[in-house]
């Protein structure tokens, strides 16, 4: 029982109370001290709050849960979205790899200007660090660039196709360049080695303790860094003091796993389960892989390209109506998200769809044009708040007028559409929410 406080109930009609009152995992009451005490019995644990704020646990929509791949990681600076030159990522590169024994895992996160540098590619990082794997990964998570012995170890030849959803970038000699995108990441293990089972616990355990710190007691999981049988070995007797829901991601090609080896771990243990299935439809604005209606207005004729085919997404739609399963795309540019709305029409009826609650992630381009029929479908708009803050390179993709309508917020709950907060990023709820009441991309979308 907690008493002797300011409580936030969210209900509007009575949205501070003083006290509540707990049986095992459900709050059993709420009101004023007076008469939520008299509830106590002899055994009863009381808190006094002493006139402190008590608010619901906070829900992570989108979370990553990832295994440190161990050897040597360095920043280039203390920006969360860093975009060093190749120069920079190199000389640090070199002086690891002098120090460090061979075979050691040299990475750091990158930018677009790495991404799009021809220079910056597996030839010139064998040169610098010929015995070391190094791996540079984009910070958007949508491109890695991998030297040759990391190659070797994620099983990466010159000889390997693409998969349907990414890109093995090759030179004039049908080479592997090193950077990989979208899907192309995921046929191997994206982190390098599959983690052991005591690693992949102990990466569940340390981000369920970041979490409770900042008062969050739920994570919904989107699970590229494991595979369905070390998923199905991890849960069972896993104890954690919050909520995590471990979201299938399946891939389009093997030897990632399939959607049947997925579908069969439904695993729940505890405060964890299995539910809903991950596909990524587009990248993002960053690499200017988000698949736009009109083109980028920093690269004439450029669209960006689309990671799953239309009739493969009807397939996966329909397979979602036909399990029951919660489909969760992740779609950013305007034209990928008309393209999840056309396909859910023509799938199924709307009633089919409000049940199953289909998940936009991200959503930057659900433009006013779309908002009747994403509201019809019952669509849920997953966003992160930290993608507002991207500076100049919003305005750079996508021009003024354009990015006077992108990114909404405000404008999907004043239209009805349903709204979810993931931090795809930094785990600080309050940080998304002060970027939420802010905006910095788009301030009119910003909500109270």
Same mark, same amino acid.
């Given at each position: 029982?907690?008493?002797?406080?300011?409580?936030?109930?969210?209900?509007?009609?009575?949205?501070?109370?003083?006290?509540?009152?707990?049986?095992?995992?459900?709050?059993?009451?709420?009101?004023?001290?007076?008469?939520?005490?008299?509830?106590?019995?002899?055994?009863?644990?009381?808190?006094?709050?002493?006139?402190?704020?008590?608010?619901?646990?906070?829900?992570?929509?989108?979370?990553?849960?990832?295994?440190?791949?161990?050897?040597?990681?360095?920043?280039?600076?203390?920006?969360?979205?860093?975009?060093?030159?190749?120069?920079?990522?190199?000389?640090?590169?070199?002086?690891?790899?002098?120090?460090?024994?061979?075979?050691?895992?040299?990475?750091?996160?990158?930018?677009?200007?790495?991404?799009?540098?021809?220079?910056?590619?597996? %030839?010139?990082?064998?040169?610098?660090?010929?015995?070391?794997?190094?791996?540079?990964?984009?910070?958007?998570?949508?491109?890695?660039?991998?030297?040759?012995?990391?190659?070797?170890?994620?099983?990466?030849?010159?000889?390997?196709?693409?998969?349907?959803?990414?890109?093995?970038? $090759?030179?004039?000699?049908?080479?592997?360049?090193?950077?990989?995108?979208?899907?192309?990441?995921?046929?191997?293990?994206? #982190?390098?080695?599959?983690?052991?089972?005591?690693?992949?616990?102990?990466?569940?355990?340390?981000?369920?303790?970041?979490?409770?710190?900042?008062?969050?007691?739920?994570?919904?999981?989107?699970?590229?860094? !494991?595979?369905?049988?070390?998923?199905?070995?991890?849960?069972?007797?896993?104890?954690?003091?919050? $909520?995590?829901?471990?979201?299938? !991601?399946?891939?389009?090609?093997?030897?990632?796993?399939?959607?049947?080896?997925?579908?069969?771990?439904?695993? $729940?243990?505890?405060?964890?389960?299995?539910?809903?299935?991950?596909?990524?439809?587009?990248?993002?604005?960053?690499?200017?892989?988000?698949? #736009?209606?009109?083109?980028?207005?920093?690269?004439?004729?450029?669209?960006?390209?689309?990671?799953?085919?239309?009739?493969?997404?009807?397939?996966?739609?329909?397979?979602?109506?036909?399990?029951?399963?919660?489909?969760?795309?992740?779609?950013?540019?305007?034209?990928?998200?008309?393209?999840?709305?056309?396909?859910?029409?023509?799938?199924? +009826?709307?009633?089919?769809?409000?049940?199953?609650?289909?998940?936009?992630?991200?959503?930057?381009?659900?433009? +006013?044009?779309?908002?009747?029929?994403?509201?019809?479908?019952?669509?849920?708009?997953?966003?992160?708040?930290?993608? !507002? %803050?991207?500076? %100049?390179?919003?305005?750079?993709?996508?021009?003024?007028?354009?990015?006077?309508?992108?990114?909404?917020?405000?404008?999907?709950?004043?239209?009805?559409?349903?709204?979810?907060?993931?931090?795809?990023?930094?785990?600080?709820? !309050?940080?998304?929410?002060?970027?939420?009441?802010?905006?910095?991309?788009?301030?009119?979308?910003?909500?109270?």
């Amino acid at each position: 029982m907690l008493h002797h406080g300011k409580i936030f109930t969210g209900d509007s009609a009575a949205p501070w109370a003083q006290a509540l009152a707990i049986t095992g995992d459900r709050v059993v009451a709420v009101g004023a001290d007076s008469v939520i005490v008299t509830l106590a019995g002899s055994t009863t644990q009381q808190v006094d709050l002493g006139g402190r704020v008590v608010v619901p646990g906070f829900n992570d929509a989108h979370d990553h849960i990832v295994v440190p791949l161990g050897g040597v990681s360095f920043a280039t600076s203390s920006d969360p979205t860093p975009d060093p030159p190749f120069k920079q990522v190199a000389e640090s590169v070199a002086a690891i790899a002098k120090r460090a024994p061979a075979g050691t895992w040299i990475t750091t996160a990158v930018g677009e200007r790495i991404l799009s540098d021809p220079a910056a590619r597996r %030839a010139a990082l064998d040169r610098i660090a010929p015995r070391h794997p190094v791996k540079l990964q984009a910070w958007s998570g949508h491109g890695t660039i991998w030297n040759g012995p990391a190659l070797a170890i994620v099983g990466l030849t010159d000889t390997t196709p693409d998969p349907i959803g990414g890109r093995l970038e $090759r030179d004039a000699g049908k080479r592997l360049s090193g950077l990989a995108e979208e899907y192309s990441q995921f046929m191997p293990s994206s #982190l390098g080695p599959a983690p052991t089972d005591s690693a992949a616990r102990a990466a569940f355990v340390a981000r369920a303790d970041e979490a409770i710190r900042f008062g969050i007691t739920s994570i919904q999981n989107m699970t590229n860094a !494991f595979e369905p049988t070390q998923i199905d070995r991890l849960l069972p007797g896993l104890e954690l003091p919050v $909520r995590i829901r471990v979201i299938r !991601f399946p891939g389009l090609t093997e030897p990632r796993s399939s959607v049947a080896e997925w579908s069969a771990i439904t695993s $729940r243990s505890g405060r964890t389960a299995v539910s809903g299935t991950k596909w990524i439809l587009d990248g993002t604005p960053v690499e200017r892989l988000a698949v #736009l209606r009109a083109p980028y207005s920093d690269r004439p004729g450029w669209y960006g390209r689309l990671d799953i085919p239309p009739d493969t997404l009807r397939a996966i739609l329909s397979r979602a109506v036909r399990d029951g399963d919660q489909p969760i795309i992740h779609a950013v540019g305007d034209s990928a998200i008309k393209l999840v709305l056309m396909t859910m029409a023509a799938v199924a +009826p709307d009633s089919v769809w409000q049940r199953l609650r289909l998940r936009i992630e991200h959503g930057e381009g659900l433009m +006013p044009d779309l908002f009747p029929e994403a509201k019809r479908l019952g669509v849920i708009v997953c966003q992160n708040p930290t993608h !507002f %803050a991207l500076t %100049a390179l919003a305005p750079a993709r996508y021009g003024p007028t354009r990015l006077a309508v992108l990114q909404p917020l405000k404008s999907l709950l004043t239209n009805g559409i349903a709204l979810c907060f993931g931090s795809d990023g930094p785990l600080n709820p !309050f940080l998304n929410i002060m970027l939420a009441a802010m905006h910095p991309d788009n301030p009119k979308e910003a909500i109270s």
